[in-house]
């Protein structure tokens, strides 16, 4: 059983590992877009609406999809005033709690209530309402779903690794490895 949960941890991690990765990329994508928009208002006093909508698109895919990634690197902030000081087994009992009482629940709460938003957008193929605004919104509508799935996953990770380091049966250099 213990070696199932393992195997169950480490593909979410491989799998938000992966996705990180990608989101890097549309990170890059990002800043050449703020930087042509940036070109284009200063220097040829001119602005499009695609532009302006592309970065905040961006930004929200960034953010939303990449937040596993970034629970799983450990870099979600955190009051580390009492965590710092405590001792391993301190820290797993923290990180299970807060996966089980506030991570867990939130992420189904945003999950179920953003399900039908999501499908209706899809639905109707929704568009920007401004003219020459980008046509695909339902597909930044659609990351909020799916970021939430892959932060709720690699929250099951971390709770995973967290009961496993609790239990004895792991330690943290076994999780970061």
Known sequence: ?????????????STNEAVGRMVSWVSLLLVLVVFVDVVMRYLFKTS???TQELEW??????????????????GHVRVDII?????????????LIGVIFFLIPSCYLVIVTSWKFVGNS???LEGSP???GIP??????GTMTVGYTLLLLQGLSM????????????????ENA
């Open 1 to 13: 059983m213990v070696n199932l949960l393992k195997v169950f941890s480490g593909a979410i991690d």
């Open 159 to 174: 709770g995973l690794h967290a009961l496993l380091q609790i239990m004895g049966i792991e330690t943290v250099e076994e």
């Open 122 to 124: 899809f639905s109707v």
């Open 48 to 50: 499009f609406v695609f």
């Open 130 to 132: 401004d003219p020459g």
């Open 57 to 74: 698109h961006l930004f929200a895919f960034i953010f939303l999809i990449g937040s596993g990634y970034t629970l799983l690197h450990d």
């Open 83 to 95: 965590y710092q000081r405590l001792s391993a087994k301190g820290r797993a009992w923290i990180n």
């Open 136 to 141: 695909f919104r339902f597909i930044v509508k």
